[in-house]
């Protein structure tokens, strides 16, 4: 009964590295998402996907990489880190088809950018 | 553009009832969604409403005016771990969803 489960939990990183959060799920979750929450800002959705191999940019992309070969993965990759990208960054999942607001998120993971 | 205003910080007392509201701006309406998050953990949802009134679930009420662009979380018998963050979110006509910054609640003994 694991859910979503999100690693790493805690990460510092340096400028210009390369860093993959990744995000799995156990309910097969057609859709799935990655916010990042930033202090005095709403959740802003960097990208999702509505199925393996199907992925679109959110609000704020820039400098992010998703892929989505299997339903239950969806990893985040910043390929070259900024001290912009400090952040907290929550994956989510949904079972709903075109009504996909009722998300359950993971535990979130800290991103520090040095 | 699309903007979503909850007020930042509210405080009550424990027993009382609270009323955080939220106004929101979007292209097209699918919904308006509350989420719960307490400080350091993950947001978990609340209510939804896509049709005007009231929805009670327990000791939690949410509300919403579609023709106001308004809605509401109520929470009574406030309980210390009902100390949390508030979202607002509200679901555009592309079924994206557009987030405010949250409000938190401090409950007060």
């Known amino acids: 009964d694991a859910g979503i489960t999100q690693s790493p939990r805690y990460k510092i990183t340096e400028t210009g590295r390369q860093v993959t959060l990744m995000c799995h799920q156990t309910?097969?979750?057609?859709?799935m998402f990655w916010y990042r929450q930033d202090l005095g800002h709403g959740l802003r959705l960097i990208y999702y996907s509505a199925a393996a191999d199907i992925t679109d940019k959110g609000e704020v992309p820039d400098g992010y990489v998703v892929s989505r070969s299997k339903t239950e993965n969806f990893p985040l990759t910043l390929e070259s880190a900024t001290r912009s990208q400090t952040s907290v960054y929550f994956c989510?999942?949904?079972?709903?088809?075109?009504?996909?607001?009722?998300?359950?998120f993971g535990e979130g993971s800290r991103l520090t950018v040095l | 553009g699309q903007n979503i205003d909850q007020p930042t910080e509210m405080t009550a007392t424990e027993g009382a009832i609270v009323q955080i509201n939220c106004t929101y701006q979007?292209?097209?309406?699918?919904?308006l969604f509350w989420y719960q998050q307490h400080a350091g953990e993950a947001p978990t949802f609340l209510s939804y409403?896509?049709l005007d009134g009231l929805e009670e679930k327990g000791r939690f009420s949410s509300f919403l005016s579609r023709s106001k662009g308004y809605s509401y979380l109520l929470l009574k018998e406030l309980q210390m771990k009902d100390s949390a963050s508030y979202l607002c979110a509200a679901m555009d006509s592309n079924y994206q969803l557009i987030w405010g910054a949250g409000t938190k609640l401090i409950i007060k003994p």
């Open positions: 979007t292209s097209g309406f699918n919904g």
């Open positions: 409403n896509v």
């Open positions: 989510a999942s949904s079972n709903s088809g075109d009504f996909a607001g009722e998300l359950f």
């Open positions: 309910w097969s979750h057609s859709y």
